[in-house]
């Protein structure tokens, strides 16, 4: 089959993907005609190369961008890095309607070992790590291509203080969380502190208690209740450990909120 010819076959079944080693196992061309076919395709726009031998298809409706949402292609591309991920942190925000802005990068929380970020013109892939979870914590949502792993919005709301630190801060999460909670559940979160860091769970019920959602605050104290905590600083953006201690959280108020 010529290149074209399974282009179409693969769009036709619903994929815009495409591994280098597929095309190998079904063009009958010589490797140097391939790489020679992939370039001219590169070149017109046609597909476009996220990582070392993996490629999406263009459609034209997404020709002007030179490349796909990776909401289209995250699912295929991990399957074929053999890893585990989802969509997390502000990418997760903004598919629950609670951003006030499309992210300018897509962020991708994973287990070690990392992955390199991709960045070009085109495309932003930022990798984040995160020890473990669960799959009752994760949520499919349904893409033109099939479907993409997204942490419910009681992970992505541990994420974003967990992660503050790199993605610009409590001060940028605070609003956003502040979205988040009309898709939250108390017991839900409860759940999950339970297999979460004292600190993110003692930072958490702090910023909940601060918005005056003291449902959600309540339940993260009650998990907290059964357990001993050490005095830790609310930010990790701030060297400082200098600041007023919080009883009820234990927290050293080591930076000023914009709330």
Known sequence: MKLAGYILKVQAEGRYSLTLAELRE????????????????KANNKIAQIRQEFYVIIPPQY???GTLPATLFLDDMMKYLRREYYLGLFSAVALYGAGHQQPMETQVVIHKPMLRSITNNKQAISFFSLNNWKKEWIVQKNTESGFVNVSSPELTAFDLIHQHKKIGGLNRSIPILED??????????????????????????????????????????????????????????????EGQLNRRWNLIINTELDI
Not at 202 to 221: C, H, I, N, P, T
């Open 180 to 241: 988040l909670c009309e898709s939250l559940k108390g017991s839900k979160l409860a759940g999950i502190a339970n297999d979460k860091a004292f600190p993110t769970v003692q930072r958490l019920g702090y910023l909940f208690e601060l918005l005056g959602e003291m449902k959600f605050s309540d339940a993260l104290f009650k998990v907290l209740s059964k357990k001993k905590t050490n005095a830790t600083p609310l930010s990790l953006s701030h060297i400082g450990r």
């Open 26 to 41: 079904h063009i009958t061309v010589s490797d140097k005609a391939l790489m020679q076919n992939l370039h001219r395709l």
């Open 63 to 65: 020709s002007h961008q």
